[in-house]
């Protein structure tokens, strides 16, 4: 248990609909990084955030959007949902001054 | 640009049998380099990181790799793999803290049969 929780662990909606996936990272870790994980793409990343202000952004679609709120914890909103968006959602936390990145175990996003 | 490639989509090694995962990267200043394993339906775990020096880390799970520079590589091993080993490895580089994200290679499947 690497300490990051993302709910729901499952999800299925149809296209066109809005999602909005949850995230708390581990205790006192400041980050909090979103990737995409599909079959065709691998590993993406799609946003970071650092004590509640953006600080990298990666190949987020403009449908995606997040944010970390001031208890640190973190959404992923995600809308107009179109099939290709199926795909395992993950979220991460590392320390203030840390490289080192946890991962939770992932929403899984499926579209219908 | 930063990359990562990993040649192996999928190993398979017998049980009690050495291991390596190759790994290349691209990658503009001195990198941070990692593995993760993810397990079926479960999330990304980290084995080892290199950040600096000694350029042989060791990991959880018997796990070490080795950072060479002049090759580019950081290439995975284990002396003795167990059937529990059975995963998918990811390699990545980056350094979040400055911004710059980590980046995964497509990762490498790795069955043990017995």
């Known amino acids: 248990d690497s300490g990051v929780t993302q709910t729901p662990k499952h999800l299925i909606t149809a296209t066109g609909q809005r999602v909005t996936l949850r995230c708390s990272p581990r205790?006192?870790?400041?980050?909090v990084y979103w990737y995409q994980q599909s079959l065709d793409q691998g590993l993406q990343f799609l946003i970071q955030?650092?004590?509640?202000?953006?600080?990298a952004k990666g190949n987020i679609l403009e449908r995606f959007s997040a944010q970390q709120f001031p208890d640190l914890h973190s959404e992923l909103n995600l809308s107009s949902l179109e099939l290709g968006d199926s795909a395992l959602y993950f979220c991460a936390s590392s320390e203030h001054r840390s490289d080192t990145i946890y991962f939770g175990e992932g929403s899984w996003l499926t579209v219908v | 640009a930063q990359s990562v490639t990993q040649p192996d989509i999928h190993i398979t090694v017998s049980e009690g049998a050495s291991l390596e995962l190759r790994c290349n990267y691209s990658y503009g200043a001195t990198p941070y380099l990692f593995w993760y394993v993810q397990s079926p339906g479960q999330g990304l775990q980290l084995l080892l990181k290199y950040f600096s020096g000694d350029t042989l880390v060791q990991g959880i799970k018997g796990f070490e790799a080795e950072f060479k520079r002049s090759q580019s590589s950081f290439n995975l091993r284990k002396p003795s793999v167990h059937w529990s080993d059975a995963a998918e490895y990811f390699c990545?580089?980056?350094?979040?803290?400055?911004?710059?994200?980590?980046?995964f290679g497509k990762g490498t499947t790795l069955s043990v049969s017995s």
């Open positions: 955030y650092y004590n509640g202000e953006e600080r």
């Open positions: 990545a580089v980056g350094a979040p803290q400055a911004g710059t994200a980590l980046i």
């Open positions: 205790s006192g870790d400041l980050s």
